[in-house]
C-alpha cells in the first residue's frame, strides 16, 4: 500500500491490498519459530525468574515505539448525506520522534523520548538511565528485550558485561512480539494518539509524555499490560 502511493500517488484501502494478495496467491510470512517460543515459555523465562529470585533481581520489559498517528480515529461532521471524510497525510509521520520504555509487573514504568531513530549508543544510555532510577542497594536489573540489531550491538554487549553486577540483557524469540507486555503499552499509547486530532510531531511528543506520565502515577495501566493470554507467563514474576 505504502509503495503504491509512494510510486504511482493512488490511495488503496488495506482490504483491497489483501484481496489482491490472496488473487495472487500470495501469504504472510510465518517467521516466528514455536519451537523458540515454546522454549522461552517452559525453560528460558523461568530460569530467569529464578535467577532474578536468587540474585534479587528486578526483571524490567523493554521496546521502542514511533510516537505518530498510524491512523485517526476520530470522528468528523457535515451536511447531512455527506459522508464526513478525514484527510490523512502520510508524510507528516515521516520522521516521527521515538519513545524507548520498560515496564514490570508492579506497574512501574520508565521512558525516555527523543527526536530521532534509537542506535546503540541512545540504547545505552536508556540502560543507564535505568540503572541510575532503579540500581540502588546492589539492586541488580534483568532486563528483556527483542531481537533488533541495536540490542545485540558490541558496544552494547561490552557495556552490559562491564556491568555484570548491576545489569543483564535476555532477548525474546525473534519475531515474537505478542510475548512482550511493553508492545501493549506502545499499543496504548498508539490508541491514546490516535483519538486525539491530527498533530505536529510536537504535539505528539507533548501527548506522550503527558500519557506516560500518567502511566507512571496510574500504576495500574501498567500492569493492565500483563493481563493479555499471551503474556501471563509473566506475571508470576512477583520481585518487588
Not at 72 to 86: F, H, K
Not at 110 to 115: A, E, I, K, P
Not at 223 to 233: H, I, K, M, T
Amino acid at each position: 500500500r505504502d509503495l503504491i502511493r509512494r510510486e504511482f500517488g493512488k490511495e488503496i484501502a488495506i482490504r483491497t491490498i489483501s484481496a489482491y494478495m490472496k488473487r495472487w496467491n500470495m501469504t504472510q510470512a510465518l517467521q516466528q519459530d514455536p519451537v523458540a517460543v515454546g522454549k522461552w515459555l517452559e525453560e528460558t523465562y523461568p530460569q530467569i525468574e529464578q535467577r532474578a529470585k536468587a540474585e534479587n533481581a528486578l526483571i524490567l520489559w523493554q521496546d521502542e515505539t514511533a510516537v505518530k498517528q498510524d491512523s485517526n480515529w476520530v470522528r468528523s461532521y457535515a451536511p447531512r448525506g455527506q459522508t464526513p471524510v478525514l484527510i490523512e497525510n502520510a508524510r507528516t509521520n515521516y520522521g516521527a520522534p521515538v519513545m524507548i520504555s520498560a515496564i514490570n509487573i508492579q506497574g512501574k514504568s520508565f521512558f525516555l523520548s527523543q527526536r530521532k531513530a534509537v542506535n546503540a549508543y541512545r540504547f545505552i544510555r536508556f540502560l543507564r538511565r535505568l540503572i541510575l532510577d532503579l540500581g540502588g542497594n546492589g539492586r541488580k536489573l534483568f532486563v528483556i528485550c527483542d531481537n533488533a540489531r541495536i540490542h545485540h550491538a558490541r558496544i552494547v554487549q561490552r557495556w552490559i558485561e562491564a556491568r555484570g553486577k548491576e545489569k543483564s540483557l535476555f532477548y525474546l524469540p525473534a519475531y515474537s512480539p505478542t510475548l512482550n507486555p511493553d508492545e501493549h503499552l506502545n499499543r496504548n499509547l498508539k490508541t491514546e494518539l490516535r483519538l486525539q486530532a491530527a498533530g505536529t510531531h510536537d504535539d505528539n511528543l507533548e501527548r506522550a509524555r503527558a500519557f506516560m506520565e500518567r502511566c507512571q502515577r496510574e500504576t495500574w495501566r501498567v500492569q493492565a499490560c500483563f493481563l493479555p493470554e499471551d503474556v501471563q507467563y509473566a506475571q508470576e514474576n512477583l520481585c518487588a
